[in-house]
């Protein structure tokens, strides 16, 4: 049976219309990716109805940003700045971003699809901005990067949403307040969040047609090839059956919004329902954001705003209420260890001091919490001049440094002694040491050999290893001295007792001793 192939190419002619601000010189044409549909990094999501709904709130509101120069000496754009002032009225946050264009009536605004960094397609709202030329410096940041990171930024009191049961934010009401430019170094909650300069010009639209025709063709070809061959199709027989399942697998493929190009697998080689069943787990996979999106789930506002919740500001009374101290802690900015803070004080003098702490941040419940002390740090303003000669001084000494480093691993590399040979040197060492020892030891025992069998000095033998060689000496001194000394006390001996009479006698008894008696004994 004859099979129809239907030929022509479905192209889509636009007819462009120039704006009469593209060829302006005051001003620079950029394209905003503004948000997109579905669920962002902020843990919120954006229906495609909301976003319809806000498209009237972009007509006049600023494109915004904060030039600051970076660690590498160059200006570009930081994020949403804001300052705490603090003065006899109290204190206010101030917004110190400043505004380098605006979005114009004519804005274009409209919903594109793309493939972001992370290879999801998703929907985005864009619109036209024009940028002024008289701030020089946003321009030139401009045509050297070509494009830059884009937040939007919402009126507050315009907002309105719940939390689903996932804890996801669901915004129903919203209006747009400005659109903040990012620097290099800010991460968009919108993945894919962008404002880049566009110039209109003939032959990059041509290029752009031409693209769009040779994938259209592609589109075309495989679709045909597909129908023809990969599907069994019979061409010269049974129309039933081949056209129904090349349609059926074609729509299929539609209905999740894949391409040919984008499978990875041979569709002839499964069933329609397996089709279906691998289609439905790709689609889940694409859409539903991985364990590495989780990690990059938290923005550098976010992380701020976890920092600034931190900080707690300190207000000490008196007795009677009234204030004596006021402290306030501003966040400057940060890095994975510190983050440095501006201190204003209150006393009720005011001094403004300026310092780090040590945090930890908990990516799962997007908390900070301080883990060090304050260290007071000293801000130097430089010149230019003066700061390049303070970089290249500072590269001087870390090229230095690393120059004597490398010198150093050559020293060790060609004269260093091999481990095992140190371990040799150490094991020789000890045992000579060990060997010294206990011959001083021998020597001072051999001296006291009068003492062997001696109770304490034996015990002092086993204990010989903690005490100096002249200790040991003087112990085994004193050992021998008590063993030597003999403490006897002498028994006191009986004396006799010689009882002399001395009774006065008659003459008659006078003896031969009794002139001595007369003598020297006076009665």
Same mark, same amino acid.
């Given at each position: 049976?004859?099979? #129809? ?45 909301? *976003? ?31 300052? /705490? /002032? ?30 972001? @960094?992370?290879?999801?397609?998703? !929907? ?12 020089? $410096? ?7 990067? %070509? ?5 939007? @930024? ?26 903040? *430019? ?6 968009? &909650? ?8 566009? !110039? ?53 493929? +539609? ?53 600034? #919740? ?8 008196? +007795? ?74 500072? $590269? ?17 590399? /060609? ?48 204990? &010989? ?5 002249? &200790?040991? @000496?003087? !112990?085994?001194? &004193? ?14 001996? #009986? ?5 002399? +009479? ?8 006078? %003896? ?12």
């Amino acid at each position: 049976m004859e099979v #129809n192939i239907n030929t022509s190419l479905p192209v889509t002619f636009e007819e462009i219309k120039t704006p009469d601000y593209i060829n302006d010189d005051r001003f620079m044409c950029a394209k905003v990716w503004v948000c997109h549909t579905g669920k962002n990094l902020n843990n919120s999501i954006f229906s495609k109805d909301t *976003i319809t709904e806000m498209i009237p709130s972009l007509v006049g509101i600023p494109i915004v940003g904060y030039i600051e120069v970076d660690n590498t000496n160059e200006e570009d754009f930081a994020g949403h700045e804001e300052r /705490i /002032i603090i003065d006899n009225d109290g204190v206010k946050v101030e917004y110190v971003g400043r505004g380098y264009g605006c979005v114009i009536e004519s804005n274009n605004a409209k919903f594109e699809t793309k493939i972001c @960094e992370d290879g999801i397609e998703r !929907e985005f709202l864009t619109c036209e901005v024009l940028l002024w030329k008289q701030f020089e $410096n946003c321009i030139d940041i401009f045509n050297r990067d %070509g494009q830059k990171g884009h937040s939007m @930024e919402l009126h507050p009191s315009s907002i309105e949403g719940y939390l689903d049961k996932n804890k996801v934010f669901n915004f129903t009401k919203a209006k747009f307040r400005a659109l903040c *430019i990012l620097g290099d170094s800010k991460n968009p &909650a919108m993945i894919g969040g962008l404002i880049e300069k566009f !110039e209109l010009n003939f032959a990059t639209q041509f290029e752009t047609i031409l693209t769009e025709i040779n994938e259209s063709i592609k589109q075309f070809s495989l679709q045909n090839q597909t129908k023809n061959n990969e599907f069994g199709l019979d061409i010269n027989n049974n129309k039933e059956g081949g056209n129904d399942i090349v349609d059926k697998k074609l729509e299929l493929i +539609a209905k999740y919004n894949f391409t040919l190009e984008q499978l990875d697998f041979n569709v002839e080689e499964i069933t329609f329902e397996d089709l279906d069943a691998k289609l439905q787990e790709l689609s889940e996979n694409h859409n539903e954001p991985s364990d590495t999106d989780v990690l990059f789930s938290t923005t550098y506002n976010q992380k701020r705003e976890a920092l600034s #919740n931190a900080l707690d500001p300190k207000i000490e009374k008196d +007795a009677d209420g009234k204030v004596t101290y006021e402290e306030y802690l501003w966040v400057e900015d940060f890095d994975d260890t510190y983050v440095y803070v501006e201190k204003n004080i209150w006393t009720p003098e005011y001094d403004c001091i300026h310092g780090r702490y040590t945090y930890t941040f908990d990516e799962t419940t997007i908390t900070a919490t301080i883990t060090g002390e304050f260290e007071k740090m000293i801000l130097v303003r430089l010149t230019e001049e003066e700061n390049k000669k303070l970089q290249d001084e500072r $590269n001087g000494v870390t090229e230095q440094f690393e120059k004597l480093k490398g010198e150093f691993e050559e020293y060790k590399t /060609i004269y260093s002694t091999p481990n095992t040979e140190v371990e040799s040197l150490k094991e020789f060492q000890t045992k000579k040491l060990q060997d010294e020892r206990d011959i001083a030891e021998t020597e001072v025992f051999e001296k006291f050999s009068e003492l062997e069998g001696n109770e304490e000095f034996e015990t002092l033998k086993s204990k &010989a290893s903690e005490y100096e060689i002249d &200790a040991l @000496e003087k !112990e085994c001194f &004193a050992i021998l001295g008590k063993k030597s000394a003999k403490f006897t006390t002498r028994t006191p001996s #009986n004396k006799t007792k010689v009882k002399i +009479a001395f009774t006065k006698t008659s003459d008659d008894n006078v %003896g031969e001793f009794d002139d001595l008696f007369n003598k020297h004994i006076k009665l």
